[in-house]
């Protein structure tokens, strides 16, 4: 069979988030040949997929954006955490101002990248039957978008209706009246069991690891004409200080923990800075407390027993409560990402909702009507839920059939171990790039400014190869050795190494346990990428 036609391009992109959008502004100026290709019929990443029941950030609205001007002057949000609806128009403003869908080919899935050494380029294939001959190749594919379905026994037979959080039906799911089940209580299972518990006749809620959340503090803003006229000066006055000082900080947001330790106050003292804390809402126990939190066990057990005494107040059965909140949690606080919630330790108290601990009583199988535990229960239900998470950081990018150099797979390559340089590269991949991947702030970073950071210094990078004439950069497996030496070395100095989660992979059968976030702070990162560009791209080999 001969091959279809093919375009040719200077830089395919794939991904329509916030990474690819960012990274296709950046490259435009440079007169690049630039396409995106996105899987889904719209952009927004992310948050075109969630749009399960309750769908919502939890990262405060003025930092979850872009910080240009152009995009922030006239846009105003109208709650402090934007649900699904609101950042999928957030999107539609920003594709309005930057006018990029032009350059974007939605529903195209990319199904491989092979690299072609003789003519320097890769070679793309969508599912459709498309094939593009490119130069250089971006993934901006996310962070949590690889969705991970447990292979559970017998779930091919259950009657009932099933989805993943991150595949949810777009016309919606009617919850009212029926038995639902959610598995998972990370961010995406916290968020549906909420709005279960209000209509569902009966929640099962399947806990398989206790994981603290924090409450969000909902609220909406700018709610009449005098606020959003206010808003528009304070924005003048704030925001470019607030989004350069997002860069000075550890997570990329506009705020971040205090200089003292947590044992250099008095009990009085941290009792009630922590009250502050808990009362301002969102993730500031967690990110804004004291210096050695994450670094320090016994401060880290200050702030859970903090946090514990709240939570059990909130429900009233004890041994419930101390599912939710145990005396001796797995992991120490914040190590597993921290959720945000409105009323998810409340609707513990109703009749209707019933939580399984399946540390304690496991899922032996699915059957035609419900899930079997361990204890020979059969728990029936309408609806299941999988709040199950993702195959995080790197399993978007090792979803894709990628061969590099010598015909061995980017899975292949990272099957006993990520290797990155900047976690932006990997040798054996020559002019393959990757945004919010592994090695990286990813995850542990505000995506927006996660963009921004990657996608300037890419941008800067292809800036560089143009002026001096270069065809081809691939990373030294000597700078990426070294580059994950440095990532493991600032990873055992912090609480993150002892934890269990889709940071370090543990989530993931067979996947190594491993750091997969650069947790040493944007400053840091930038400032180690801004060292490589400032020695010529050192690290990089170059022709």
Request: a negative charge.
């Amino acid at each position: 069979m001969s091959e279809p036609p093919y375009t040719e391009l200077d830089v395919l992109i794939i991904g329509a988030g916030f990474s690819g959008l960012y990274q296709l502004h950046t490259l435009r100026p440079l007169g690049l040949r630039v396409k995106i290709f996105e899987a889904a019929p719209d952009i927004g990443g992310v948050w075109y997929w969630n749009c399960y029941p309750g769908a919502r950030v939890d990262t405060g609205s003025e930092c979850y954006q872009f910080s240009l001007s152009s995009l922030w002057k006239d846009w105003n949000w109208t709650e402090m955490f934007p649900g699904q609806n609101e950042m999928q128009q957030y999107f539609h403003h920003v594709d309005e101002k930057l006018d990029l869908k032009k350059d974007i080919c939605l529903n195209t899935r990319v199904r491989s990248a092979e690299w072609q050494e003789c003519e320097k380029k890769w070679i793309i294939r969508t599912e459709d039957g498309t094939v593009v001959r490119t130069r250089f190749f971006f993934i901006c594919a996310g962070v949590n978008t690889e969705p991970l379905i447990p292979k559970f026994e017998g779930l091919d037979t259950f009657k009932g209706v099933w989805h993943h959080t991150a595949r949810w039906p777009r016309n919606g799911l009617d919850l009212i009246g029926k038995r639902v089940a959610v598995i998972g209580t990370g961010a995406s299972g916290v968020q549906v069991s909420q709005e279960a518990a209000a209509c569902a006749s009966k929640l099962t809620i399947f806990q398989r690891t206790a994981n603290p959340c924090l409450p969000m503090r909902q609220r909406k803003i700018y709610t009449c004409t005098a606020e959003l006229e206010s808003n528009k000066k304070r924005k003048e006055d704030l925001y470019p200080a607030m989004f350069r000082r997002m860069l000075q900080t550890p997570g990329g947001l506009a705020y971040t923990s205090v200089p003292q330790t947590t044992f250099s106050v008095t009990p009085e003292e941290r009792h009630l800075f922590y009250e502050q804390l808990y009362a301002q809402g969102g993730v500031g126990l967690w990110l804004c407390g004291y210096s050695d939190a994450l670094t320090d066990r016994k401060a880290n057990d200050e702030v859970y027993a903090f946090w514990r005494r709240k939570t059990l107040r909130r429900i009233k059965d004890p041994k419930v409560a101390e599912k939710l909140a145990p005396e001796h949690p797995e992991n120490a606080f914040g190590v597993k990402r921290i959720s945000l919630e409105q009323n998810f330790y409340e609707i513990f108290n109703q009749d209707n909702v019933e939580l399984v601990d399946l540390s304690e009583n496991p899922i032996e199988r699915i059957s035609e009507d419900g899930i079997i535990t361990k204890d020979g229960t059969e728990h029936l239900i309408d609806v299941l839920v999988m709040a199950t998470g993702f195959d995080s950081i790197s399993g978007s990018i090792t979803a894709i059939d990628i061969k590099g150099k010598n015909g061995v797979t980017i899975q292949e390559k990272w099957s006993q171990g990520t290797h990155t340089y900047l976690g932006v590269a990997s040798s054996d991949f020559p002019n393959m790039f990757f945004t919010n991947g592994p090695q990286a702030p990813s995850g542990l970073c505000n995506g927006p400014t996660c963009a921004e950071v990657h996608g300037e210094w890419l941008a800067n990078l292809m800036k560089y190869a143009q002026t001096k004439h270069i065809e081809r950069i691939e990373t030294c497996p000597e700078a990426e050795e070294g580059w994950r030496q440095l990532v493991f070395g600032i990873n055992a100095m912090t609480l993150f190494a002892t934890g269990k989660s889709w940071y370090n992979g543990a989530n993931i059968e067979n996947k190594p346990f491993e750091p997969l976030s650069f947790v040493g702070g944007v400053p840091l990162y930038m400032q180690k990428c801004q060292e490589v560009a400032e020695h010529n791209y050192e690290g990089f080999v170059l022709s």
